[in-house]
């Protein structure tokens, strides 16, 4: 079982910058690709950014490209969210997950209990 856990800041206004983190325990961090994901209220969760397991391979979505970065520490057990540039929109509950394959579905094994984002006008 591997254990996650999101953290960072929750607050922040439209244009500034915000990381988050996301720290792993349980099992071998760097046999796992990782993802972020978020969900906006009434909306369907949506992926963000995903990294393999060396971090020499990212992708990310259209939305965030550009603006978010993701970034992985294999010899602390972290994996990064760099969001620069943030807007109202970019307002929603962030996930990090771990799987097995990177993609930009769902399909990810472990999930984070996960943490508020909010962008404000």
């Known amino acids: 079982q591997l254990h996650l856990v999101e953290s960072g800041v929750g607050l922040v206004q439209a244009g500034g910058p915000l990381r988050l983190s996301c720290a792993a325990s349980?099992?071998?961090?760097?046999?796992?690709?990782m993802g972020w994901f978020r969900q906006a209220p009434d909306k369907e969760r949506e992926f963000v950014a995903g990294?393999?397991?060396?971090?020499?391979?990212?992708i990310s979505a259209d939305s965030v490209k550009g603006r978010f970065t993701i970034s992985r520490d294999n010899a602390k057990n972290t994996v990064y969210l760099q969001m620069n540039s943030l807007k109202p929109e970019d307002t929603a509950v962030y996930y990090c997950?771990?799987?097995?394959?990177?993609?930009?579905?769902?399909?990810?094994?472990?999930w984070g209990q996960g943490t508020q984002v909010t962008v404000s006008s």
């Open positions: 997950a771990a799987g097995d394959r990177l993609t930009r579905t769902s399909g990810y094994d472990y």
């Open positions: 349980g099992r071998t961090f760097s046999t796992f690709v």
């Open positions: 990294i393999s397991k060396l971090g020499s391979t990212t």
